[in-house]
């Protein structure tokens, strides 16, 4: 999927008020995180990047 593709699978989901889980996988430093904060903007919803590789485990035993 292209950059553009991703905008437009995007746009498509926040349009149709579709709320589905989306996982958005690809190598680092090709701008998934940039076209998230994009559609958020434009549609004036809430974004928090969070990286869930950079959080600790929360380990309960």
Same mark, same amino acid.
């Given at each position: 999927?292209? $950059?553009?593709?991703? =905008?437009?699978?995007?746009?498509?989901?926040?349009?149709?008020?579709? &709320? %589905?889980?989306?996982?958005?996988?690809?190598? $680092?430093?090709?701008? =998934?995180?940039?076209?998230?904060?994009?559609?958020?903007?434009?549609? &004036? %919803?809430?974004?928090?990047?969070?990286?869930?590789?950079?959080?600790?485990?929360?380990?309960?035993?």
């Amino acid at each position: 999927m292209t $950059p553009a593709d991703l =905008k437009a699978y995007l746009n498509n989901l926040v349009n149709k008020n579709l &709320k %589905i889980s989306t996982m958005i996988w690809g190598a $680092p430093g090709i701008g =998934k995180s940039s076209i998230v904060g994009q559609i958020a903007q434009e549609n &004036k %919803i809430d974004f928090a990047d969070l990286r869930f590789s950079q959080l600790a485990p929360n380990w309960e035993i």
